[in-house]
């Protein structure tokens, strides 16, 4: 007897209309919404007025926000009062700790597009991005300007950010008296652990074009005296020589041969018992369950000429090629992990 296996459309749909969705939560982001309703429940003149909305579309837009779970109503249409869900509250409101709107962000104002260019990717390998039409690096097509060079390195801190939080709060620093973050973008890696351990002395080293920003990022906190910034090419020159060494999405910026020379030179600064830690999007060992980490990968293609994301049994064989004596695994928040390496 044949068995009919029942099927249907759904996840074909949902998936395949995703950016619906997906356009709608970036569209809320880029006005504000959320932040704006971080100080209480709003009628729909009141976020109409705030927003310059127009009349059209204005309950279709909060109430698909409202079926998707990013935001709670009270009433219908015209008597409708709308609140921000929690999880909004927490990561999608300008200022607070643990804010996700600076990727998000730079999801609306490059990624977007850059996307819409995937098939391109994958039939060249080549990136998708600024670069698609210059013979400079990325980065310093994305450093080019003030804005775009704050977009990013707060899309940088922005999913990371809970990361850290969970790194300090998991991972063990005791034995350790001092920390590089190599790419540290705005320094906010080095702050978060300054800020839980305060035994630790921090560097954040990055390109020149980003110290500036650490710098005030770090004044800002008051940690100027714990803290500092340094520039520099971490291909070209030696890596601060410290007890730990961090690199947040560091890695599956390059190519095979790349990830190795990092490896080795955080290697040559550690002292005997030191520790690397990758703060990556860890894919599984059976390339099936973190299909954000998947997806980093192939972002990877978009916006890099080799990078992509790893398994903890490559980093695993990088690291004990490089010297390393063994490597573990830390998950922190969400999809991603700590890839640790120690000598």
Not at 34 to 55: C, M, N, R
Not at 291 to 311: H, W
Request: one cysteine or more; hydrophobic letters at 40%; charged letters at 20%.
């Amino acid at each position: 007897m044949t068995v009919q296996v029942q099927v249907n459309p759904e996840k074909i749909m949902q998936v395949g209309m995703g950016f619906w969705a997906s356009k709608v939560l970036l569209a809320a982001n880029e006005l504000d919404l959320f932040t704006l309703l971080s100080s209480g429940p709003k009628e729909v003149k009141q976020i109409q007025d705030a927003l310059g909305l127009h009349d059209r579309g204005i309950f279709d837009f909060l109430d698909t926000l409202t079926s998707l779970g990013f935001l709670e109503r009270e009433g219908v249409l015209e008597s409708a009062i709308y609140s921000n869900a929690p999880d909004v509250d927490v990561f999608l409101v300008k200022g607070r700790p643990a804010y996700l709107g600076g990727m998000l962000s730079m999801a609306n104002n490059r990624l977007y597009k850059f996307w819409g260019s995937l098939e391109e990717a994958l039939k060249t390998g080549a990136p998708q991005n600024e670069t698609k039409f210059s013979d400079k690096p990325v980065f310093e097509e994305i450093y080019k300007d003030q804005a775009s060079l704050h977009e990013f390195l707060g899309a940088m801190s922005s999913i990371q950010m809970g990361n850290f939080l969970a790194l300090a709060k998991k991972f063990d620093f005791s034995p350790y008296q001092t920390l590089c973050d190599v790419g540290g973008a705005n320094g906010s890696c080095s702050i978060v652990i300054a800020q839980h351990h305060p035994h630790i002395e921090c560097t954040t080293f990055d390109l020149p074009p980003v110290e500036a920003v650490a710098n005030g990022n770090i004044t800002a906190m008051g940690l100027q005296d714990r803290i500092k910034a340094s520039s520099g090419d971490f291909f070209v020159d030696d890596l601060p020589e410290t007890d730990v060494i961090c690199m947040g999405n560091i890695l599956h910026d390059w190519s095979e041969e790349q990830k190795l020379i990092l490896l080795e030179k955080a290697y040559a600064s550690l002292p005997e018992g030191g520790v690397l830690i990758a703060i990556e999007n860890i894919i599984d060992s059976e390339r099936r369950q973190n299909a954000f980490g998947l997806m980093m990968s192939l972002n990877m293609l978009i916006e890099t000429p080799e990078g992509f994301d790893y398994t903890a049994a490559d980093f695993n064989r990088w690291a004990t090629k490089a010297g390393f004596k063994r490597t573990e695994i830390l998950p922190l928040a969400g999809p991603t992990s700590a890839a640790i390496a120690y000598k």
